[in-house]
């Protein structure tokens, strides 16, 4: 009985030592709030960013060079993701003007689609800087950043004249965007006119690879013959491909892209895509980060700044990091 008794009191006076001990680490833990603060200058500024669409590394990347820059400014980022759907950038957009942004980061879903909202956000003072896809209305915008996507066309349409003897090519769109829309129409102004090559198709995908996959797909079951896709973008490329494959037709047909991502570049080096039109997120972010802080500390800019392309393809694919974006 002694021995229980030795043994109860200990545990009882271990307890009254440490309970006090657990009590104040959950109090902390309970109260306690990050203090944000830390790192940031007085009078930050909020910055409002808004791509078409966060399923896509491309403005991943772009999103993370801006990023940077802000937070070593001392300012803050706010990131929403419209998904595609126009209605749903409007609305975040309108949000985030009510949360007092002083500038606004844009990939516009529609090309037409943000007029009202940037009216709204001009009338309020806020700087509007578009980056890969144009707006109608320069008005509404300090500065458009975008690759030089008619080139972006040409290039591949020129490599496909050069590498294929004819073609009978089915084009993959994004009719909604003018960054889309602008490399269709340099492929296709470049390609059309020469002996042997015809576009028999255009297929509406919104560079997504989830919905170009099933649409070429349908194509195929149509019993269409084709020998070339030209794909606004690498994930609609890739989607192409992936179709192909359960077809057996992979690297039996010509798949062409924009984007040059590592996914891409993995295909191109497996043969099952020709070639893609290289951008370069890296630098589109970052100048968009510059041009934000020149626009904040009162300096002319450009009112549009088009960042140049280049073509990775199955000749040159070895000069490429293959692991990452440009």
């Known amino acids: 009985m002694k021995n229980e008794s030795d043994k109860y009191r200990l545990y009882r006076n271990i307890v009254r030592i440490v309970?006090?001990?657990?009590?104040?680490?959950?109090?902390?833990?309970?109260?306690?709030?990050?203090?944000?603060?830390?790192?940031?200058?007085?009078?930050?500024?909020?910055?409002?960013a808004s791509y078409m669409t966060m399923n896509n590394e491309f403005?991943?990347?772009?999103?993370?060079?801006i990023r940077v820059?802000?937070?070593?400014?001392?300012?803050?980022?706010?990131?929403?993701?419209?998904?595609?759907?126009?209605?749903?950038?409007?609305?975040?957009?309108?949000?985030m003007l009510d949360m007092g942004i002083s500038a606004l980061i844009v990939t516009p879903v529609d090309i037409d689609g943000l007029t009202d909202v940037l009216k709204r956000a001009r009338a309020m003072g806020v700087y509007v800087i578009v980056v890969d896809s144009n707006i109608s209305d320069d008005d509404l915008t300090d500065c458009t950043i975008v690759s030089d996507n008619y080139n972006a066309g040409?290039?591949?349409?020129?490599?496909?004249?050069?590498?294929?003897?004819?073609?009978?090519?089915?084009?993959?769109?994004?009719?909604?965007?003018a960054s889309g829309s602008q490399r269709v129409a340099g492929f296709k102004d470049t390609v059309s006119g020469h002996p042997g090559f015809t576009v028999i198709d255009s297929i509406e995908c919104e560079g997504q690879y989830e919905?170009?996959?099933?649409?070429?797909?349908?194509?195929?079951?149509?019993?269409?013959?084709?020998?070339?896709?030209?794909?606004?973008?690498?994930?609609?490329?890739?989607?192409?491909v992936a179709a192909l494959k359960t077809r057996d037709l992979a690297g039996k047909v010509n798949v062409y892209g924009v984007d040059a991502s590592p996914d891409a570049k993995a295909l191109i080096d497996e043969g099952l895509m020709r070639a893609s039109a290289v951008q370069f997120p890296t630098k589109i972010?970052?100048?968009?980060?510059?041009?934000?802080?020149?626009?904040?500390?009162?300096?002319?800019?450009?009112?549009?700044?088009?960042?140049p392309i280049d073509i990775v393809s199955t000749e040159n694919i070895d000069s490429y990091n293959k692991e990452r974006w440009q």
């Open 69 to 95: 820059r802000v937070e070593a400014e001392g300012d803050l980022i706010v990131l929403r993701d419209p998904g595609l759907d126009v209605d749903r950038q409007n609305r975040q957009i309108a949000e």
């Open 211 to 240: 919905i170009a996959m099933p649409r070429m797909l349908s194509f195929l079951d149509e019993g269409h013959e084709f020998d070339t896709v030209f794909c606004l973008n690498d994930l609609a490329a890739e989607g192409v």
């Open 19 to 48: 309970y006090p001990f657990i009590f104040v680490s959950l109090f902390l833990a309970i109260t306690h709030k990050r203090d944000y603060s830390f790192g940031q200058k007085e009078g930050a500024r909020l910055i409002g």
């Open 285 to 307: 972010g970052e100048r968009a980060a510059s041009v934000l802080y020149e626009i904040f500390d009162g300096n002319a800019t450009e009112k549009t700044i088009i960042v």
């Open 154 to 177: 040409t290039i591949i349409g020129n490599y496909v004249l050069d590498k294929q003897d004819s073609g009978r090519i089915v084009v993959f769109t994004h009719e909604a965007t």
């Open 59 to 65: 403005f991943k990347i772009i999103n993370e060079q």
